[in-house]
């Protein structure tokens, strides 16, 4: 027998049964970004790796063991599956020079790639809604993009997500607290184990998250970057909770916070559930001043978020949302060759009449298509035999409600079918 082959491990089809759901998210997001006046942008799945080498960091887990890398072999380029949106979203910003007379709202959906180790919540093919807005500074707009965050979370019928919020300072202020850290952890070389030493000079912050208990202590020590902040980002980070407040908005102050991607500064936020077990963070963001022009545009804020679809749609069922299945409005049933021709003329009228309708394809007895009517969901059955197609009528048969089957023309069908919608 030939051998069956497989989906990649940590890649997913999503089937019919699940679909639907997805596509009552898709279309609820779809509605929520039009209402905030975010527009839509498409990138490309594959890119550069240089991108997010730059971008996110050469010395983050994702670019150090996260990325689907390979060589185009066509021509020698370096090329890597996006691991997020933000990045290609930048590029493409700068490439077709969007920000040349007015700032930008923009989002865009779908699938994202990083090489983990799958299991519940976390994928190797997973997806993504990101929202950027590029060419704003102040803390209005990172207010905005938490309060949009906790409309849709109420559209999807999700509660119980707890926000944490904090600030990374400004670019220089990072700067400056690294050079202290850097000097800081120089002084007690002799605790670093390899991992902490060989981030030293690329990416000492990372030291911090070092879970080796014997640097405890001497992480525990550290400068702390709330003693580095700027004042500007304070003034920054009290007027984003101010606004918070205002709109009635939890959060925790977490001044830990810190995300796996390097560009971030200032603001950072995390929503984060207990119902999802340990991939809790379901949506994260924060500003990107610096990477506009660290990637070659002409320096511009920024800041923006992405949530995970799928985490968000496993905390919808955990929340009990429930989401219908569309059934289609109609099924005919069919046999004999005039009757045949009818049947065509039956399905194409009522979906012109922006209804639902299934039409009966193979043949077989009317009993074994009645069974199929059934099993399709549709919530009626239009039977048309030739006695019926000769008169340009259809027997019509009620298969969710005990109402009785009628005999009417093709325009009587449509209204009775919507007036039982
Ligand atoms: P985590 O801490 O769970 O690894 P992250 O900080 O790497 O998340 P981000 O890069 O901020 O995640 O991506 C934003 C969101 O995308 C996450 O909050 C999460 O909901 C989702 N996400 C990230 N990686 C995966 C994955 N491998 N599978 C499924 N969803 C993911
Ligand atoms: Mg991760």
Redesign the pocket.
Known sequence: MTKIIQAVRGMNDILPDESYRWEFFEHTVHEWLAAYGYRNIRMPIVEQTDLFVRSIGSVT??VEKEMYTFVDHLNGDSLTLRP?GTASCVRAVIAHNLLYDSPQRLSYSGP?F?H?RPQK????Q?H?VGVEALGYAGPDIDAEHIVMCARLWDQLGISGVRLEIGTLGSIESRALHRVRLIKYFENHLDVLDTDARRRLHSNPLRILDSKNPEMREIINGAPKLIDDLDQDSLIHFEALQHLLRNQGIDFEINLQLV???DYYNRTVF?WITDRLGA?G?????GRYDGLVEQIGGKAATASGF???V??LLSLMLECGKEITSPVPDAYVVHQGEVAADFAWKTVELLRSNGLKAILHCGGGSFKSQMKKADASGARFALIIGDDEAQVEEVSLKPLREAISQVRVGLIAAVDLIKEQQ
């Open positions: 887990d994702i997020e994202m990083r983990e919540g976390r994928y190797r997973f993504q995300r796996g991607l995390e991939q963070t379901i949506c994260a963001g992405a949530m995970g799928e985490r």
